[in-house]
């Protein structure tokens, strides 16, 4: 654990404030123009014509256009006779979306990879990307990749989202398994050396705390920095020109936009909006209430998903957990599970592009995982039913007909910080500036043009490194900048051969807002005028019943008293009059660890909330000047 004395908050956006209430800018889309028969808004547009021709597919899905898709469909299974996947033998026929996990069969830890050769293993795995494209199947990779920094497995949450980046302790490493995902792509051919289009979904559910990247060990800005780069190493780097890039947090979102888009890289970087969510409540009878839930979160990814021209996609979802199927076979509740989805998602929800459901691994016991009916089994019927009631649902040589492929609509230059991200904590007086350039070519740009300026008038003057990287050096010393309480603006400025200046990335912010079950302050915004009222406060941070992880990505650098009235202990009066002194309620700095953090400002048994309600910590009566930075809940003195 790393303690910060000296703090600087850097906040990389142009014309950025973060005093009290703030905005964070993220990124405006580039290129917002939607598929209208002749261009499409796809984030490579220099995609093979097969790969614009799926998303076009995929995009322009209507009502009978739900395709199904599950996790190693072939290549596992519970029934010992089911050579072809479960599905097969229960319906002779293939689900319309294969899936495999990269980051897992790279390594050999999944099928099909064996050993740790990656070479091997990504040309095993482009081999199952071909067979599944010759049944008539699209093909999604996901990626559970090992933490770069420790080596140990996806679910070692070890923060190491900000040491990814160009020059960073663990871009080698990091670099390494891009470089497999290229190579798994590039070798993904139909016998005519045609490029198979595939959907890549990297970084998923990252706003759980079960993965590295997950809310709680990265923050939003380093998020979306991590997922950038991804697209650009692949796309601009490795010359990979066949992926479509999904973004899928998981739910609940009780139809709220701005919690699903609070880590939204932007719509250079994406192309299916998606959405993971699973049933596991095994209270009710039947699925309705959690269906409902499903419907309601994925009308409103179709919005996003229509108001910036992409796919929409439920990429994950099943029964798991107290709900998941029984070993055995019977016994279980709603057994028409996935023709009451279907039929929901086709009814309220018409745009969605395919559904997909997780892998029957087996197993016994408590370790028994099965997403699917399997011969035999009490939902083997409604399945068969299922899988004949469209014939968009599963395989057909029309699902992979990639002949009408538009254009790729052309998208604006820009030029954003890389590093620091927003809100980053700075501790060395020599911070090493990264500005990215997305939609020009080397050739057009101007490489003596790039400078990175302070709002306190410095200019740090940047040499272009490659692939649309400037790097420089911001002297804090030489400036007259101390390492303090403030913060820093830093703006970017590149310009292209013709005198254009590029224009800075900015967009879709971190509006704090009331929780989703505050229905009395609904659509109300936190603001410095409000906090100026406020006397005794909690924070609740997902916490919503225990449906959700409880972690969120609020940074609170200092809780002060404005001065006009003193703090009070529980059952006094505050202190009348305006001459009280102003003081620190926190500052955040000064706990030896988390857990002393936690102990001091846990409230009901959740750490994860903050509350000025007890003991000699109520402030009720004073004016309050909070500053809130960056969407992360940690203690800033922590952040490095």
């Known amino acids: 654990m790393k303690t910060t004395v000296t703090k600087l908050l850097a906040t990389v956006a142009a014309a950025s404030t973060i005093f009290g209430m703030s905005t964070l800018p993220a990124f405006a889309a580039e290129g917002k123009t939607a598929s209208n028969g002749n261009s499409v808004n796809i984030s490579d547009v220099n995609a093979t014509a097969e790969t614009r021709a799926l998303f076009d597919k995929l995009k322009n899905s209507g009502k009978g256009d739900l395709r199904f898709g599950q996790q190693h469909t072939t290549d596992e299974n519970i029934s010992s006779s089911a050579s072809q996947g479960d599905v097969y033998e229960m319906t002779g026929k293939y689900p319309a ?57 996806f679910n070692d949450t070890t923060a190491v989202a900000s040491e990814l980046l160009p020059g960073d302790k663990y871009s080698d490493t990091f670099n390494k398994e891009l470089d497999a995902i290229a190579a798994t792509a590039q070798q993904a051919k139909r016998s005519d050396g045609t490029l198979i289009p595939i959907i890549f979904r990297p970084l998923h ?82 699925s309705s209430a959690w269906i409902n839930t499903v419907v309601k979160d994925m009308k409103m990814v179709s919005d996003q998903a229509s108001q910036r021209g992409k796919i929409v996609a439920l990429t994950e979802f099943g029964r798991s957990g107290d709900r998941k199927f029984k070993e055995s076979g019977t016994g279980d509740k709603d057994t028409k ?64 007909d990639y002949s009408n492929a538009p254009a790729a609509a052309m998208q604006n230059g820009s030029a954003r910080i890389v590093t620091p991200v927003d809100g980053n904590r700075v501790t060395d007086t020599k911070v090493v500036v990264r500005v990215k350039t997305e939609g020009v070519k080397y050739s057009d740009l101007d490489l003596n043009s790039a400078i990175v300026t302070t709002d306190r008038g410095q200019n740090v003057k940047l040499k272009y490194s490659c692939n649309g990287y400037f790097t420089g050096i911001l002297d804090l010393n ?104 102003a003081q620190s309620v926190d500052d955040f700095s000064g706990y030896s660890d988390d857990a002393a953090a936690q102990s001091a400002w846990g409230n009901r048994g959740h750490t994860e909330v903050l509350s000025l309600d007890e003991g000699d910590r109520w402030v009720q009566g004073a004016s309050l000047q909070v500053r809130l930075l960056q969407w992360r809940l940690v203690r800033c003195g922590e952040i490095s």
Not at 132 to 152: E, F, M, Q, R, Y
Not at 264 to 277: I, N
Not at 537 to 546: H, K, P, R, T, V
Not at 548 to 559: N, W
């Open 478 to 581: 030489a400036a007259g900048i101390n390492l303090d309480q403030s913060k820093l603006t830093l703006t970017p400025q590149v310009k292209t051969k013709d005198g254009k200046t590029l224009a800075a990335a900015d967009g879709n912010g971190g509006d704090f807002a009331p929780a989703s079950w505050d229905t009395a302050h609904a659509g109300m915004k936190l603001s410095q005028k409000l906090l100026s009222k406020v006397g005794s406060f909690a924070l609740y941070i997902n916490d919503n019943g225990g449906n959700r992880p409880k972690s969120g990505d609020l940074t609170l650098d200092s809780i002060k008293l404005d001065g006009k009235r003193d703090a009070y202990a529980p059952n006094t009066n505050p202190t009348p009059g305006n001459t009280a002194k």
């Open 337 to 400: 599970f996935f023709s009451e989805l279907a039929e929901a998602l086709a009814e309220n929800v018409p745009s969605t592009a395919y559904m997909m459901t997780w892998a029957n691994f087996g197993g016994g016991g408590d370790n028994f995982q099965a997403y699917t009916p399997w011969k035999g089994s009490d939902g083997e019927a409604d399945f068969k039913a299922f899988a004949d009631s469209d014939k968009n649902l599963m395989a057909s040589k029309d699902n992979v």
């Open 97 to 153: 979306v294969f899936g495999w996990d990269a980051g897992l069969a790279l390594r050999g830890a999944e099928k099909p990879g064996s050993g740790a050769d990656k070479n091997a293993n990504a040309k095993a795995l482009a081999q199952n990307i071909t067979d599944a494209d010759s049944k008539g199947a699209i093909v999604t990779l996901s990626a559970h990749w090992c933490n770069p920094g420790t080596g140990k497995d």
């Open 205 to 286: 559910e990252n706003n759980g705390s079960w993965f590295w990247w997950g809310a709680t060990h990265a923050s939003a800005s380093e998020y979306k920095e991590l997922y950038r780069y991804i697209v650009d190493y692949l796309r601009d780097v490795k010359d990979v020109h066949n992926l479509l890039y999904a973004y899928s947090p998981g739910g609940v979102f009780n139809g709220d936009s701005t919690d699903y888009l609070a880590t939204y890289p932007g719509d250079q970087w994406v192309d299916v909006l998606g959405y993971d969510e699973y049933d596991s409540d095994d209270s009710a009878d039947d």
